[in-house]
């Protein structure tokens, strides 16, 4: 079930960039990256095993702010230079498992405190597991955005027709930028929970994620073209891909 949130939560992105007619390949990386960087941070900033709570949360936090900044630099690349958004997410996924490899000098990297299992493992509510708690909460805030707010459907309005969606008004591509920025925060998150479960980061995991995120996200309803999708068939893609 744990891995199910993983998938789950990275499509949660992944539904907002396919709905906007682009597609994200780079999640997996990201993933490997984001945990990577959340153990590294850990082990040489935090103290390693004797790292405090606080740097635990710091060093995750830090992690998926930079997937989140990755996201955001694929989301310029689209935007502004026009490139497809399949040839810039793969090479950024190209480029998330060098920094990842980079960083972790192809090693894993286990200095890790038990406590930072406790958002991959722990289960305080009714021992429904922190990970699948973390999932249902993301899943009704992205639910709650893309089906009652202004956001939501300017995001629906960029995949069904940009040009008429720019004509408009919709800052299209303030809204395509958001959206990748945010497929590599998710992207982020499932590095964080995954390098939480394993009490260790290593630039191998993630590999092939990306395509268990957009058959989640196809499954659950959302067209390849753009303009169409469900948040809550997302999850229901991902829990039929699990």
């Given amino acids: 079930s744990n891995q199910i949130a993983v998938i789950a939560i990275m499509a ?3 539904t907002m960039v396919i709905i906007t007619g682009g597609i994200d390949l780079s999640v997996g990386s990201l993933l490997a990256f984001s945990a990577v960087i959340a153990a590294w941070l850990i082990q040489e900033v935090g103290g390693g095993v004797e790292a405090s709570g606080a740097a635990m949360f710091l060093s995750s936090l830090a992690a998926i702010t930079a997937c989140g900044m990755i996201g955001a630099f694929s989301g310029t690349m689209i935007t502004v230079f026009s490139i497809p958004p399949f040839i810039v997410t793969l090479s950024m996924m190209l480029v998330g498992s060098g920094f990842a490899y980079i960083i972790a000098q192809g090693q894993s990297i286990y200095e890790i405190p038990e ?3 406790w958002l ?6 009714f021992s429904i597991p922190n990970a699948s708690v973390l999932m249902i909460g993301l899943y009704l805030l992205a639910h709650f955005v893309m089906s009652r707010t202004a956001l939501g459907r300017r995001i629906y309005a960029v995949g069904g027709n940009p040009e008429a969606a720019r004509l408009s008004g919709v800052p299209v591509k303030k809204i395509l930028l958001l ?7 998710f ?9 939480s479960q394993l009490q260790s980061g290593s630039p191998t995991y993630g590999l092939m994620f990306e395509l268990y995120v957009i ?3 196809v499954v659950g309803g959302t067209s390849l073209s753009g303009g169409s999708g469900k948040i809550l068939g997302t999850l229901i893609g991902a829990f039929i891909i699990a």
Wanted: proline fraction near 0%; glycine fraction near 22%.
């Fill in 179 to 185: 959206v990748y920025a945010l497929s590599g925060v």
């Fill in 12 to 14: 949660i992105g992944m």
């Fill in 115 to 117: 406590q930072y299992k």
């Fill in 187 to 195: 992207a982020g998150i499932g590095g964080v929970i995954t390098a």
């Fill in 215 to 217: 058959a989640a996200v």
């Fill in 120 to 125: 991959g493992h722990g289960s305080d509510a």
